[in-house]
């Protein structure tokens, strides 16, 4: 395993992971484990999808991870268990990082790595960066939907700029607790059409559990061009939908309930109940704050659109044309579109994880990962000298 390099997107949702060098390379995370552990009445963890019986932990949220226990026995699952590493012969890893990581926690991952993980080698990188490196990119603003969080960045030259990132503290979760919530009452505070027999049409199952409310978010959301439409179609639509989700149950849905959950994204107040800027009002936000007139255009006019919620039917359209009428007419927003040469359909998804695969090859030609070397003269703080 010595040369190889196993990436690691440590999400809140997901821990996306697969190889980037001298392995069978991967173009996309092999393995997507939920980054959830069960925790037994002993105390004991065990990776979510083990038979173990326990209460339910997700160790990391918004991007922090916030039991160190818990994460290591989830990484441990995927590098052994399912990566098919062996002790005493592990490989390097490459961490995409959550933007806004602290120097402690940098300091802890490092010595998670070497101490614990026995690697030869690691690099990390934070994952705004990471993601426009799998668009074939160095400069650009990056929104990135992830599943509890937004995270916005200007990068330059492949630097995150501190001062303009935004972070909204709502993300895809939201998305599922909303359609939940119209699950239980459709009606709720919203105008519906009385269908033919003079019923209100509403969705079939009241009760659903958190894992069937996301898929079936993800079947049914979609975003309206603009607030106008949105409105126009949830005061005229009234028909009802049926689908199917991936255990087999069939669920009737308002056809309107996906353009709902939806538009809670640029919505978040009147729909979510969360304070705060849509997502497109941080982007211009963020691009915004810089000093220098050229370089706001030069972020205006390289926008990524990553992370789940960036596969949401309809979502850039509607982004692009929000961000166009805030952001200033002589910049002529746009966004990036995924690069033909790159097959997987889920890039926009996995955009951190493939550009980590990307980084990860040049870094580890070019010596740049920190190795058992330096750790041992530096110890967990030769992370800050070799990577920024
Ligand atoms: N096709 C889809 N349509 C709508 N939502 C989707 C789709 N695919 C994934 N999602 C949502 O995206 C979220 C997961 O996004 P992502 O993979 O970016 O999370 P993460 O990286 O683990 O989280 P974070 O970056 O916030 O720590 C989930 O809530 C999921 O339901
Ligand atoms: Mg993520």
Known sequence: MGESVAVLDYGSRWLKAGWAYNFPTDEEPR????????????NANGPADSAAAGELQRPIRRGKILDWDQFESLAYYVLYELMG?????????????????????????????????????MFCQDQAVLSLYAFGRTSGLVVDI???????????DGLANLTSVRRLEYGCANLTQYMQQLMRDPSRGQQQQPSSDGSIPSSSSPQLTDEAAEALKELCV??????TAYKNSISSSSSLETFKLPDGQEIQVASSDGLRVGEALFQ?????GL?????????????GCLLEPLL????YENMV????????????????????????????????????????????????????????????????????????????????????
């Not at 304070?275 to 982007?283: F, Y």
């Not at 706001?296 to 972020?299: G, N, V």
Request: hydrophobic residues 45%; charged residues 20%.
């Open 296 to 299: 706001r255009k030069l972020m």
């Open 146 to 156: 992830g599943h509890d969080k937004v995270d916005v960045a200007t990068v330059m």
């Open 222 to 227: 979609r975003c309206a061009d603009s607030e």
């Open 275 to 287: 304070r705060g800027p849509n997502i497109a009002e941080a982007a211009v936000d963020s691009a």
């Open 85 to 121: 590493w062996e002790l005493g012969n592990e490989g390097h890893v490459m961490l995409c990082e959550p933007l806004l990581t602290g120097r402690t926690d940098r300091e802890m991952m490092t010595q998670l790595m070497f101490e614990v993980f026995n690697v030869p080698g």
């Open 268 to 272: 978040p107040t009147s729909l979510l």
């Open 31 to 42: 393995i997507m484990a939920p980054t959830a552990v069960y925790v037994d009445k002993n």
């Open 305 to 388: 659109l990553v992370g789940g919620g960036s596969v949401i039917p309809g979502l850039p359209q509607r982004f692009l044309s929000e961000a166009r009428s805030m952001a200033p007419a002589s910049a002529n927003a746009a966004i990036i579109p995924t690069p033909e040469y790159l097959p997987s359909p889920n890039v926009p998804r996995d955009a951190a994880w493939v550009g980590g695969a990307v980084l990860a090859k040049v870094a580890l030609i070019q010596n740049h990962f920190i190795v058992k070397a330096d750790y041992d003269e530096a110890g967990p703080s030769a992370v800050h000298r070799r990577c920024t």
